[in-house]
């Protein structure tokens, strides 16, 4: 394994003096560690010269390699701190990211408060991956967008918000005083979210839009909410966020409510999967379920 590590930091730095450095060793040692592994595998990972290290072909798939290698011993190291005391332990939890803006940091804080001793693993993922992570067991618990119908998955309602208009400052609807409506979109030029890498946003605005019989006019289709954003600042085109997206606070668009949606369009679950045997899984949907009241409080049927 120290082999392996001391590859990863030179094929990163493509320096051995800061790789050393880096892994607070001496440069010798650590060329012994790279030529053992190169006498072991057969093939040259690094072509050197007295100017500069360069990875050589094989060095470039064996490093992808390498670096899994490494995140599944970390992952090991992880889920072997798992105790039978549920304040003691490791919970990989499952977000989206529009989730991080607001809801995410407000789990952390609370976990942190309330259990202290109990490590939380982050992983960034869409919905539908999350659902395969908790089915795998890779992930404890999981920020999703619903529905989930999964037989094995238990769902609890954690938020809804609304969404708000995401407009260019100077733009005529930024600029009116009465909040702008959902037919203000027909015809405008419209950043939309990605119908395979943003499935749920996707869907919630084409019912919208259907409903109103509007039709923007879609310039780009996205999947983060942030650069979305940043399009509208672009003047792509306007957009429709969730109200979590207000804490980016990007300067040159306007958040404005919409006077014709209703508060609670957008909804965000809790999932894990039943027979989870983490014991720090239930002490932390606890403090998740006391974190946002009875809108977490039992399962969705």
């Known amino acids: 394994m120290e082999q392996l590590v001391g590859f990863v930091a030179v094929a990163e730095e493509l320096h051995y003096g800061r790789a050393a450095e880096r892994l607070r060793m001496t440069q010798p ?60 332990g490791v919970v990989t939890i499952g977000f989206t990211a529009s989730t991080a803006y607001s809801f ?34 890779s992930v404890d618990l999981g920020m999703v967008r619903p529905p989930v119908t999964v037989a094995d998955i238990v769902t609890s309602r954690l938020h809804r918000e609304p969404l708000l208009a ?10 009116r005083e009465a909040s702008p409506r959902v037919s203000d979109f027909d015809g405008e030029p419209f950043v939309m979210y990605s119908p395979s890498d943003a499935r749920y946003f996707h869907e919630v605005l084409i019912g919208v839009f259907r409903t109103a019989g509007v039709q923007p006019v879609y310039r780009q289709y996205l999947s983060q909410v942030h650069t979305m954003l940043a399009m509208v600042k672009a003047g792509l085109g306007l957009a429709l966020v969730p109200a979590a997206a207000s804490a980016l606070r990007l300067d040159g668009v306007v958040l404005r409510p919409l006077a014709d949606l209703g508060p609670d369009l957008v909804e965000l679950d809790l999932a894990w999967r039943a027979g989870n045997d ?24």
């Open 29 to 88: 040692p650590l060329s012994r560690r790279i030529q053992a592994l190169e006498r072991e595998l057969g093939v040259e990972l690094f072509d050197r010269t007295n100017r500069s290290v360069k990875l050589t072909p094989a060095g470039r798939v064996f490093l992808a390699e390498a670096r899994k290698v490494l995140q599944l011993s970390q992952e090991a190291v992880l889920s072997a701190r798992r105790t039978p005391s549920g304040d003691v």
């Open 166 to 175: 995401a407009l260019p400052e100077g733009h005529p609807l930024a600029l």
């Open 104 to 137: 995410l940091e407000r789990v952390v804080a609370a976990a942190s408060a309330e259990l202290p001793r109990v490590e939380l693993v982050l992983r960034e993922m869409v919905t539908a991956a999350q659902v395969e992570a908790l089915l795998a067991g």
């Open 278 to 301: 983490n014991p720090a899984l239930l002490p932390l949907v606890g403090v998740v379920r006391r974190l946002f009241g009875d809108r977490a409080g039992s399962p969705i049927p």
